[in-house]
């Protein structure tokens, strides 16, 4: 098993451009997050998904989107990157069948600079 | 709703000194919970778990107990090497408005020195 992978793993965009961060999993996980990381601080949720065409806002949405077309897949698309979402972005999967809740695996992470 | 809250860093140890990092919670429920660590440069990797009170989650040198009573999983080991500088996160588990949306604390830094 591959777990999550993330692509690219690093990018600099101008302010204005587009972009999307790819987020694949190979472990059959209903659920999927997208998170950001400022340096020294902690995670903030952006979007997450319960499952294929199933998508919903976390904390900090503005300025991104999501889909979920297929359950290994979980793009992030950037439109008109600003300099405010410099960050790195982590992607994460689980497989929540209880209401407990079960462990997240992580990507590697996006390194972004916005300039 | 659900928060975790986590002693503030850095904490900067000498090799070999006793470690604790403090975590204690609010929850509704009966969430599982969760010490998550973060090397540099890398995403987040599950360091333990617990997932009913009492339960002792164990992993490298590392524990924490859920203690439902004082809604606390502290982190400890007994004698950190310089391997073990990373930053590390407090999590719960548990539904959150119907869907499972962990909850993190902020992270604490350990550095430790030789």
């Known amino acids: 098993n591959a777990g999550v992978t993330q692509t690219p793993k690093f990018r600099i965009l101008k302010i204005g451009q587009s972009m999307t961060l790819q987020c694949t999993q190979d472990?059959?996980?209903?659920?999927m997050y997208w998170y950001r990381q400022d340096p020294g601080m902690g995670l903030k949720l952006i979007y997450y998904?319960?499952?294929?065409?199933?998508?919903d806002k976390g904390e900090v949405p503005n300025g991104y989107n999501v889909s979920r077309s297929t359950t290994e897949d979980f793009p992030l698309r950037l439109e008109l990157a600003a300099p405010s979402q410099t960050s790195v972005y982590f992607c994460?999967?689980?497989?929540?069948?209880?209401?407990?809740?079960?462990?997240?695996?992580f990507g590697p992470g996006t390194r972004l600079t916005v300039t | 709703g659900n928060s975790v809250t986590q002693m503030e860093g850095p904490v900067t140890l000498s090799e070999e000194a006793f470690l604790t990092i403090n975590c204690t919670y609010t929850?509704?429920?009966?969430?599982?919970l969760f010490w998550y660590v973060q090397y540099p440069g890398e995403g987040l990797q599950l360091l333990l778990k617990?997932?009913?009170?009492?339960d002792k989650g164990s992993n490298k040198g590392f524990e924490a107990t859920y203690r439902k009573e004082t809604t606390s999983f502290h982190l400890e080991k007994g004698s950190v090497q310089v391997s073990d500088s990373a930053v590390y996160f407090c999590?719960?588990?548990?539904?959150?408005?119907?869907?499972?949306?962990?909850?993190f604390g902020r992270g604490t830094s350990l550095i430790v020195h030789p």
């Open positions: 994460a999967s689980s497989y929540s069948h209880s209401n407990s809740g079960n462990e997240q695996y």
């Open positions: 472990m059959n996980h209903n659920y």
């Open positions: 998904s319960v499952g294929a065409g199933i998508t």
């Open positions: 929850a509704t429920g009966y969430p599982s």
């Open positions: 617990a997932t009913k009170a009492d």
């Open positions: 999590a719960l588990g548990g539904r959150s408005g119907g869907s499972y949306i962990p909850t």
